[in-house]
């Protein structure tokens, strides 16, 4: 199908959570041809209420004629309705299999936020069903859209390396103890877990889309600072199926704000590394016999100014789901992909758990995610 034909195919989206990044979300959709978001759902009347009237707001800036938004408090309602063709997921993170499952059953894409799920069964059993119902599941790794990550891959995939030797990824943020006493579920294990499942799981997917398949962890987590269950800060190391090596150091407890999020990759005929606050730069871009004006091009061509660590990928994320949906293909991060960083993570928590190396592809579940999990019953 040419881009015309596809584009004219009208998408009705629902939004389920309307907190801080649903209007990422709106933001993104909006801008696809032929998108509406008919109906948003959340727990706090008032909250799903202010993004109505956001929603209200910018499409008709954009596009003149506007359909009502509804608002419901409870989230099966909106799955109820027939008009409704797909539904983003921004809800806390412990929830996203049990809402994402429910939505696919009700025969609803699925775009769901980071982490898809915090076990590996609540991933396994979200794919399984957006299967068995034949809709589409994508999970918001914008950064993958990164220009310069986007190069870097391209790097990757024409072999420009030679062997890798090895990578490392750095999240060094602040988190503030307002920002998770201002709500309940950040930080807990049952909804969120700690920095490496919430703001490094974007650094992390990158190192394994680049390095991956992981076969081998070992790590350090604490709770230094914040006033959380979880860990604000944490040091794995790697091996990788190919015998290179790699380290994730993630933490939110860096002072006096949000430093830097960096990857690093070096093999045998090159080096890359990209900073800046989320990605945005790239700061060494050199291979062996390189015209050393290719450096400077490069980082030319991909920077991108930022107003915070979410980044711009939300936008081309979004199209790129909204296509998949359109004309039948896989989305560009969809489930199976969704779900390799949070196995990672998994195996970093199980590593300082039992305080040895672990052993990927991870066999059982993280019994203490499970069962805070169930305690507040949550089937998933
Ligand atoms: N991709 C990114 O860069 C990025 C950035 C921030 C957050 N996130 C992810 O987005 C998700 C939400 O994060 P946030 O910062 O927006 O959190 P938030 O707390 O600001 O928003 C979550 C919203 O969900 C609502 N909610 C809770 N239970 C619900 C239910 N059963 N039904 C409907 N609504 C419910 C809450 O009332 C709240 O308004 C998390 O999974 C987080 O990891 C992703």
């Not at 890359?272 to 450096?295: C, H, Q, S, Y």
Request: aromatic share 6%; proline share 4%; charged share 20%.
């Amino acid at each position: 199908m040419v881009a015309e034909e596809t584009d004219s195919q009208l998408l009705r989206f629902g939004i389920i959570g309307c907190g801080r990044i649903a209007p990422y979300h709106v933001n993104a959709l909006l801008r696809v041809p032929n998108v509406q978001i008919v109906a948003v759902a959340d727990v706090v009347e008032a909250k799903a209420r202010r993004l109505a009237e956001e929603i209200a707001e910018t499409a008709a800036r954009m596009a003149g004629e506007v359909p009502p938004v509804a608002v419901y408090t409870d989230y099966r309602q909106l799955l109820e309705r027939t008009d409704i063709d797909a539904v983003s997921i921004c809800t806390p993170s412990g929830l996203h299999p049990q809402i994402g499952i429910a939505a696919a059953c009700a025969g609803k894409h699925v775009l769901v936020e980071k982490p898809m799920s915090l076990t590996l069964a609540g991933a396994d059993r979200l794919i399984a069903a957006a299967r068995e119902n034949d809709v589409k599941l994508g999970v918001c790794f914008q950064n993958r859209f990164n220009p310069t990550v986007v190069r870097l891959r391209q790097a990757k995939e024409n072999g420009r390396f030679g062997r890798l030797s090895h990578g490392v990824a750095s999240v060094r943020w602040h988190r503030s103890p307002q920002y998770y006493a201002g709500d309940a579920w950040r930080g807990t294990w049952a909804l969120d877990g700690g920095v490496l499942m919430n703001q490094a799981i974007h650094a992390i997917d990158l190192l394994q889309w680049m390095m991956g398949p992981v076969v081998r962890v070992s790590a350090f987590a604490a709770t230094r600072y914040r006033p959380i269950e979880a860990e604000d800060v944490a040091i794995a190391t790697l091996q990788f199926a190919d015998g290179s090596l790699g380290c994730i150091e993630g933490a939110t407890t860096i002072e006096p704000g949000d430093l830097e999020e960096r990857l690093s990759i070096f093999g045998e005929r090159g080096s890359v590394v990209i900073g800046g606050v989320a990605l945005n730069r790239m700061e060494t871009w050199r291979f062996i016999g390189m015209d050393p004006a290719e450096e400077a091009e490069v980082q030319a061509q991909t920077a991108a100014a930022i107003k915070n660590v979410y980044g711009m990928g939300h936008q081309p994320l979004v199209a790129d789901f909204c296509e998949a949906v359109r004309t039948g293909r896989e989305p560009a991060v969809d489930g199976v992909e969704g779900r390799k960083a949070v196995e990672l993570v998994l195996a970093v928590y199980r590593s300082v758990e039992k305080g040895e190396p672990v052993i990927l592809p991870l066999q059982e579940e993280v019994e203490a995610i499970v069962q805070a999990q169930q305690a507040l019953g949550l089937s998933v």
